[in-house]
């Protein structure tokens, strides 16, 4: 059974920094070795993503975040990271992290196979 699992969520003030973190179980090494995403969702609004990286370290941001948020991952150990810096309350949402069925990275929620459960990014002002 493949599972994503993240952590790290929580509430911060503005100007804050967060670090979000996904643990892959389930996966083989070349299961793995596909495009990984960060995605968000706040209340009322679509689920958008935030960040995609590539197996080897390719990396695309949404505009909102370009320059505060950095995506990483670690493929041998199969986890993924989103550190989020100089966050604002447009931030505060549900974060999921999630594995899309290429390799080449489209941070559309319509290509993704496997979703994580979510944490909660909560940023007051």
């Known amino acids: 059974q493949v599972e994503l699992v993240e952590s790290g969520g929580g509430s911060v003030q503005t100007g804050g920094s967060l670090r979000l973190s996904c643990a892959a179980s389930g996966f083989t090494y070349s299961h793995f070795y596909y495009c990984m995403s960060w995605f968000r969702q706040a209340p009322g609004k679509n689920r958008e993503g935030v960040a995609a990286?590539?197996?080897?370290?390719?990396?695309k941001y949404a505009d909102s975040v370009k320059g505060r948020f950095t995506i990483s991952r670690d493929n041998d150990k199969k986890t993924l990271s989103l550190e989020m810096n100089k966050l604002t309350p447009d931030d505060t949402a549900m974060y999921y992290c999630?594995?899309?069925?290429?390799?080449?990275?489209?941070?559309?929620?319509?290509?993704?196979?496997?979703w994580g459960q979510g944490t909660q990014v909560t940023v007051s002002s």
């Open positions: 999630a594995a899309e069925w290429d390799r080449m990275c489209s941070r559309d929620s319509k290509n993704v196979r496997t």
């Open positions: 990286v590539d197996p080897d370290g390719g990396t």
